[in-house]
């Protein structure tokens, strides 16, 4: 089998639904696990959706009525019957979400959201499904949350590999089959053995793909989305960006690590653990064949440039001109780890340890936990260009008229911060 994986902007409104068909259809004699991502902006409207139902029950009806009327005016313009079965079923999946409105949630807050925004999914994938049956590309929709199964930590739940496996192990035959050989399934969500819905993880629909390739033994991946590939930078911030026609595993692990935002960072290990090659490929060419990544060593590596604006560099010291060693680095981390923070540069000196995270809106409240033992400095409006296989021309053309706060070099990697112009 193949697996295929469509995001958001790829069913963002009928024409894109259309186009999935389109692209489903050349592939009709080939057994293949589809994931669905939610549609569009859907996720972040449910988000919203989610935050007002604490505070303001008549502004989260109002949220709720947004997102209803987008997936309906899609499903308007994909179906001219009425009496479709796709319209009942829409209406019984919102009901779930009507009756959120009754009273404020009582659970936690990571719990009630991936109740509720686990929907977008639920909704994007039943549309996608019921469209592909109307125009006789036959398929069978699948609840993800039958195989997919995980702790409990709500919003970035960790899959239990032994349960998932044994879960679709002894579903498969009832998935790909002499009669069905097309299966539609949501990114992004999974189960707990209680049956509440969790979520691996924002943009995690990558995730989900690469999980059903490991369990399928998928002959390959692939990613349709609205750029050509992976290319070597952003195209939106570097005018001479070109396509990668092949990467290494490793270096897509390097490259997502350090914020290529193409691919989920996750979807990686599973598939490399199967050898199983990764397509990145254009929904929209989509008789490119994009970027293929997979163990073929890569003998001439290009230069590649990932850019993360909007930084915060804190700097760490202790209050008793004490050095900084693993006890304090290692508590460093905990209030780190408690915060859910990823680091995306550290150094280190005899008194004081740097770390150069993403500034949002946790930053205050990290500052204040770190002062208690630390004295905190800090720089803002500040970024961050990692340079993978860099060489000398890359190095000057990037810090041309920039002023560099820090570097750090490995054999491959250049790291730099940089301050905003
Ligand atoms: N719909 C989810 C999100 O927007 C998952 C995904 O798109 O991969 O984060
Ligand atoms: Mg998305």
Redesign the pocket.
Known sequence: MKVFKF??ASVKDAASVKNVAAILNEYKQEQLFVVI??MGK???ALEEFTNALYVDLALAEKHLETVKAFHFNIVNQLFENINDKVFTDLHNTFVELDWMLDEMPAQAYDHTYDQVVSM??ILSTKIVSHYLNHVGINNLWIDVRDFIRTDNNYREAKVDWNATELLFNSNKENYLNQQNNLCITQ??IGGTSENFTTTLG?????YTASIVAYLGNAEQVTIWKDVAGVMNADPKKFDDAVLLPHLTYHDAVELTYYGATVI?PKTIKPIQNKHIPLYVRSFLNYHETGTVINDTPSHNAQVCFIHKPDQLLLSLSGKDFSFIVEDNISNIFAVLASFRIKVNLMQNSALSFSICIDNTSKRNTLIEQFSKDFYVRYNEDIELFTVRHYDAEAIDKLIKNKEVILEQRSRNTLQLVVKTN
């Open positions: 995001g958001g991502s939610a859907t996720t972040n977008g999914e990114g992004f924002r943009e995690g629909s990558d989920h």
